[in-house]
């Protein structure tokens, strides 16, 4: 009895470890924006926490100008949620939304690790997608 507690105690224990690997802070692979990927209720998100060129040439920081809710415009880039509802199954982080502000777009999207410091971010028009690489800071 007591190793099969043990058996499912270690599963679960590796299940959890594996689930909050993406946790952390991330550097995009344009190294512009660097995102830190949270755990809020059993599902991941991530916001922008540094940027590259936080301010625009006038000095004032940078809008999320290109938002298609005109409502949205006037929010700052940083602390931005640019990642948003995705769950982990399968090793993969899926059923999530990507929003790139320098396009005013959202897209479906997943994530996986390749290894623990490598992050593949892959977001999807249709049947098309784009993935990029991501890199875990310390």
Sequence with gaps: MKIIAITILFITSHFICAQSEITGVWLTQDKEVKVEIYENNGKYFGKSIWLKNPN????????????????????????LVILTDFIYEDKEWIDGRLYDPNEGETYSCKMWLENPKVLKVRGYVGFLYETETWTKLP
């Design 56 to 79: 625009t040439k006038n000095g004032n920081p940078r809008l999320d100008e290109r938002n298609p809710n005109q409502s949205l415009r006037k929010r700052s880039l940083l602390n």
